[in-house]
Nanobody, 124 residues
Framework: QVQLVESGGGLVQDGGSLRLSCAASEGTFSNYPMGWFRQAPGKEREFVAAISRRGIGYYADSVKGRFTISRDNAKSTVYLQMNGLKREDTAVYYC??????????????????WGRGTQVTVSS
């Protein structure tokens, strides 16, 4: 059983920045791709970013150029640096991992373990 704990959410003004962290309990964390997703009220959970085992980042078009995903395998932690935040980025952000696959995916249904989420609110 892998436990994921997100942190770093909060209230920020339009154009501001936040850095989210996701700490994993799994000792072999470095073997797996990790993903960030978000869910706004009344909307489906959507892909935000993912990072491969080798540290290559993949992004949704809506956040490309503003968000950066990274990982520190020594700390079993993945980060999401969010710059240029917009009101439409307001959502609960979740990190996820699938320990059954070495390939990243944008499909939320493919992820095995999820954190509880951290709220990000962007105000104008």
């Amino acid at each position: 059983q892998v436990q994921l704990v997100e942190s770093g959410g909060g209230l920020v003004q339009d154009g501001g920045s936040l850095r989210l962290s996701c700490a994993a309990s799994e000792g072999t964390f470095s073997n797996y791709p990790m993903g960030w997703f978000r869910q706004a009220p009344g909307k489906e959970r959507e892909f935000v970013a993912a990072i491969s085992r080798r540290g290559i980042g993949y992004y949704a078009d809506s956040v490309k150029g503003r968000f950066t995903i990274s990982r520190d395998n020594a700390k079993s932690t993945v980060y999401l640096q969010m710059n240029g935040l917009k009101r439409e980025d307001t959502a609960v952000y979740y990190c996820a991992v699938d320990t059954r696959s070495y390939a990243y995916t944008r499909n939320a249904a493919s992820y095995e373990y999820w954190g509880r989420g951290t709220q990000v609110t962007v105000s104008s």
